[in-house]
């Protein structure tokens, strides 16, 4: 059993507000995560996906307003989006009860936006928490090449053999083609969206060009930008938006995307060990959407994150911008000895950065001049963490 960090930011929300809604993909541990915290305290949970618990909210106020003296857990709630309105009712009564938190706790799939499909709004009365697969913070650093080829989602990452990781995550992407993103309104069949996966994964942390893969698929731009859309709202991929400061250059305006699991990428792209992931080109980006996933994880609400590049070539591949003010450039390299283009240093002077790090793939911290520290990926983790809190 690995433990994970979220789970005291789950505890410590419950304690706060009166609902907590745990969103991240399928298979990432929200339910286990759910019924360990549900064992220690009084509570009750609700598959919405399974037909003898949703029969018993036919009637969701009568069955929920026996259980005030519980945290209910509903698990996979967007499958019964009609219950938004009447929990919005039943928060509002226990509050003027008295009870004013731990009420509810919400698993998932989608981001919120995509989940609160009756329009409901539940402001003031939730708390949103991204959960993600297995961090590098989480597991030894021996481990962190194999979280890096099989991904976190603890199924992948455990798997008995290279083989059997591949086998799970290729299942997955045919379970989210075929079942998951059809109830979301997209009828396109999945033999056509599998390659559509495929040209995003070879586009791994590179500048989307909607246009392009439109003409490649024989489909609109318009489509293909609503498909990534949904995929950002379903949590398996991630847009990472140019820095729009006014710096007196010409700046890239297209967004970064990356799919938000490493495993994912490598399955699709048929990679199935370390030896073959070595060798492919997709590499270094794989590397750095790896690393940049692991940062934006630990950032606390409020971090803003962009990546910069100038018509002139000058590149930063993540920017933070804390809440106390403070901008931090960090440069992605793979390797014990990585060396930083100009352009990084042109790009840290055109936004004023205040610290500059380079994230490697070894484990010891050190100054290589001008301002810039070379540092390991669970240690950037942690100081992101303890910045952010």
């Not at 039943?90 to 919120?112: E, H, N």
């Not at 934006?296 to 910069?308: I, M, T």
Request: charge should be neutral; proline fraction near 4%; aromatic fraction near 10%.
């Amino acid at each position: 059993m690995i433990q994970r960090d979220i789970v005291y930011k789950v505890r410590k929300s419950l304690g706060q507000n009166p609902a907590v809604a745990l969103l991240g993909p399928r298979q990432v541990g929200k339910t286990t995560l759910a019924l360990a915290i549900g064992e220690g305290i009084s509570s009750i949970y609700l598959d919405l996906e399974s037909p003898k618990d949703r029969l018993k909210l036919q009637d969701p106020e009568d069955f929920l307003s026996h259980h005030t003296d519980k945290l209910i857990i509903l698990d996979e709630v967007h499958r019964m989006p009609g219950l938004f309105p009447v929990l919005r009712g039943l928060i509002d009564a226990r509050r003027r009860s008295g009870l004013k938190t731990s009420q509810f706790l919400l698993l998932g799939s989608a981001s919120w936006d995509l989940l609160k499909q009756s329009g409901e709004s539940l402001a003031g009365r939730i708390d949103y928490i991204d959960m993600s697969g297995l961090q590098a913070v989480e597991l030894p650093q021996q481990d962190m090449d194999e979280l890096w080829l099989r991904g976190g989602f603890p199924e992948s990452f455990l798997a008995s053999g290279d083989e059997e990781s591949m086998r799970w995550r290729l299942n997955f992407i045919r379970t989210y083609l075929e079942r998951e993103i059809p109830q979301f309104g997209f009828k396109i069949p999945a033999a056509s969206m599998w390659p559509f996966w495929v040209m995003l994964a070879h586009e791994q942390a590179c500048l989307v060009n909607a246009s392009s893969i439109a003409k490649n698929l024989e489909n609109s731009y318009q489509t293909v930008s609503r498909y990534i859309d949904l995929l950002v709202d379903l949590l398996l991929v991630r847009k990472l938006l140019p820095w729009h400061n006014n710096t007196g250059k010409r700046l890239v305006k297209a967004p970064k995307v990356f799919f938000r699991d490493s495993g994912l990428v490598h399955a699709l792209l048929d990679i199935p060990s370390q030896s073959a992931l070595f060798g492919h080109p997709v590499i270094g980006r794989s590397w750095e959407a790896f690393v940049i996933e692991n940062i934006l994880q630990a950032c606390s609400f409020g971090v803003q994150s962009y990546f910069y590049r100038s018509a002139g070539g000058a590149e930063i591949d993540l920017i933070l911008k804390f809440r106390n003010g403070k901008t931090w450039a960090i440069e992605v390299k793979r390797g014990l000895s990585p060396k930083l283009a100009r352009g990084f240093y042109e790009a840290c002077d055109d936004i004023g950065t205040d610290i500059r790090y380079l994230v490697y793939s070894g484990e010891e911290t050190f100054s290589i001049g001008r301002g810039v520290d070379v540092i390991g990926l669970r240690s950037i983790v942690q100081l992101v963490k303890e910045t952010s809190a």
